[in-house]
């Protein structure tokens, strides 16, 4: 085990020995679960291409999104065949079934701070930046708190996310796209 992996996995120790309790296993369950397949951030999408607001917004969070599951999904997970932190630390008791895809980045937090990203990039409400930005976190730390992934992993999909929906945002705008018009 390499430095780093000792540091991630002392750390999800810490989360396990001192912050279960049941009622944060239950909420970390459910709020994971808005992170499964993107099905909170796919239905948030489908609703703001239903509004004249938000569907210029709708566009590019879709566009990253389609990138955002490229990358991660398609590329990094298959090359950086990172085994998951329960697999490492067998003692560990998890209260999910264990996720079958490997751990590196985590795709939950890199698809919501690719959703999330975007929103805070061109939305105007402020209570849809903050609320959506509170669930793209949970849904990160639920990572962590269930054991499926490295705080490093968590890291980097919250690095890369947000990295491609602000290259996405800039890069569109500056080309003036028919998404700005």
Sequence with gaps: ???????????????????????????????TSLGDMGIFWICLLIVFFTTKEYKQMAKVMFISMIIS????????????????????????????AKPLDYSFPSGH???SFTSVTVILMMA???????????????IALSRMYLYFHYPTDVLAGFILGSLISYFTVKYMKNKNLHLFK
């Design 1 to 31: 085990m390499n430095f780093i992996t000792k540091i991630d996995i002392n750390i999800l120790n810490w989360i396990a020995e001192n912050l279960r309790h049941p009622l944060l296993d239950k909420l970390m369950l459910d709020v």
């Design 109 to 111: 937090t890199m698809f």
């Design 69 to 96: 599951v490229i990358v991660c999904n398609l590329m990094l997970k298959p090359i950086v065949h990172r085994t998951r932190p329960f697999n490492i630390n067998t003692a560990i008791e998890l209260i999910a």
């Design 124 to 138: 105007k409400s402020k209570l849809l930046k903050y609320f959506t930005l509170a669930i793209a976190i949970l």
